[in-house]
T-cell receptor, first 110, second 113 residues
Framework: EDQVTQSPEALRLQEGESSSLNCSYTVSGLRGLFWYRQDPGKGPEFLFTLYSAGEEKEKERLKATLTKKESFLHITAPKPEDSATYLCAVQLYNTDKLIFGTGTRLQVFP | ETGVTQTPRHLVMGMTNKKSLKCEQH?????MYWYKQSAKKPLELMFVYSLEERVENNSVPSRFSPECPNSSHLFLHLHTLQPEDSALYLCASSQAGYTDTQYFGPGTRLTVL
């Protein structure tokens, strides 16, 4: 069965304290892996797409990496405005369907 | 308006009511989606429309009825819902063809009494 697991479920960081969020997946055929950010009461906001093992993408304090079994979202020197839930989703070959994880709720304190 | 918009943003309804959720995308996409987001659960895909034809119905109860009159608009008609249907309903759009990113609207927070 295709499955996406995110860890940790929740993460509390001090401002400036770097860390990583994990997304592990077991799927029949990976077309792409997506990271989204979701603020309370809002829809998910697209961050990155990764297509092949070894690929990396960066945006401001965020860097996403991909291996054959998992993806990491590295947050460098986070700020309070980075507080949100981060969602990972995988897309299988020959389908529009996204399979989502349950998310990691990140809180960054000043 | 830009991106994907949804109305209403909040909806409270009784179990015997009939209501509709509306989604509109301003991105020139030709695929649209309905998702359900409940607390502590992953986003669940409900329906997919590609080029205005329904291509996926993810075993959703018949009390949810989608409608896609054109590539820019998507509706979700609701009737005789149950309290467990209370959730955030998200609409998304993308360019059909399995390769494009899905962009989400802000969602409708539905409460069924």
């Amino acid at each position: 069965e295709d499955q996406v697991t995110q860890s940790p479920e929740a993460l509390r960081l001090q401002e400036g304290e770097s860390s990583s969020l994990n997304c592990s997946y077991t799927v029949s055929g990976l077309r792409g892996l997506f990271w989204y950010r979701q603020d309370p009461g809002k829809g998910p906001e697209f961050l990155f797409t990764l297509y092949s093992a070894g690929e990396e993408k960066e945006k401001e304090r965020l860097k996403a990496t991909l291996t054959k079994k998992e993806s990491f979202l590295h947050i460098t020197a986070p700020k309070p405005e980075d507080s949100a839930t981060y969602l990972c989703a995988v897309q299988l070959y020959n389908t529009d369907k996204l399979i989502f994880g349950t998310g990691t709720r990140l809180q960054v304190f000043p | 308006e830009t991106g994907v918009t949804q109305t209403p943003r909040h909806l409270v309804m009784g179990m015997t009511n009939k209501k509709s959720l509306k989604c509109e995308q301003h991105l020139g996409h030709n695929a649209m989606y309905w998702y359900k987001q409940s607390a502590k659960k992953p986003l669940e895909l409900m329906f997919v429309y590609s080029l205005e034809e329904r291509v996926e119905n993810n075993s959703v109860p018949s009390r949810f009825s989608p409608e896609c009159p054109n590539s820019s608009h998507l509706f979700l008609h609701l009737h005789t819902l149950q309290p467990e249907d209370s959730a955030l309903y998200l609409c998304a759009s993308s360019q059909a063809g399995y390769t494009d990113t899905q962009y989400f609207g802000p969602g409708t927070r539905l409460t069924v009494l």
